[in-house]
């Protein structure tokens, strides 16, 4: 799914999706109400002011399902998936891809105003180095949890093996340390 994204859409990465041109509304108008022509196969814009189960998307996202089902059957994938199965995980992707873009979007300032292309990238940033640093400090946490379970096994096999005493208090600092 993400390289078919990548290749119809041209995008490397979500941020990428920031510069993404939605779909004319003239056109997604058209469409959904007078019988227009639809999503161009070769050019897919989505309609970024609606989310995946407006008619304009879920074509187009009908389009994508059916590229991806077509190159299964190319390439001779080892599991067949279902349309439905393969809809879910492409309308998660653009629910991500939307979510990306619209908080990409100028946004009212305190005075009232629009934020300038400088002021939306200065958040952007701002945004992504908050990211990184909570991403890092679950990790850590993650990391320092899983260290002290280490430790703590190792002591209560270790404790075993002597018949040490203090087996019952390595035991229950172990379990609590578990349940935390």
Not at 24 to 53: I, K
Not at 61 to 69: I, N, V
Request: aromatic share 8%; proline share 4%; hydrophobic share 35%.
């Amino acid at each position: 799914v993400r390289r078919l994204f990548k290749e119809k859409l041209a995008i490397t990465q979500d941020l990428d999706f920031i510069t993404h041109r939605p779909a004319a509304t003239e056109d997604v108008f058209v469409y959904e109400y007078e019988d227009g022509p639809g999503p161009d196969r070769n050019n897919l814009a989505f309609d970024l002011t609606q989310n995946y189960s407006s008619p304009w998307n879920t074509r187009i996202l009908e389009l994508l399902c059916q590229e991806l089902q077509a190159r299964r059957e190319e390439e001779n994938w080892p599991i067949k998936k279902s349309d439905n199965y393969i809809m879910d995980i492409l309308r998660e992707r653009y629910k991500r891809l939307r979510t990306v873009w619209r908080n990409a979007q100028p946004k009212l300032t305190s005075k009232g105003v629009l934020e300038t292309p400088a002021e939306t990238e200065a958040r952007l940033v701002e945004g992504r180095l908050q990211t990184g640093k909570e991403s890092r400090q679950a990790n850590r946490r993650w990391n320092k949890y899983h260290r002290r379970v280490m430790v703590l096994d190792e002591m209560v096999k270790l404790k075993s093996e002597v018949q040490d005493d203090d087996l019952q208090s390595w035991k229950w600092l172990q379990s609590l340390i578990k349940t935390l």
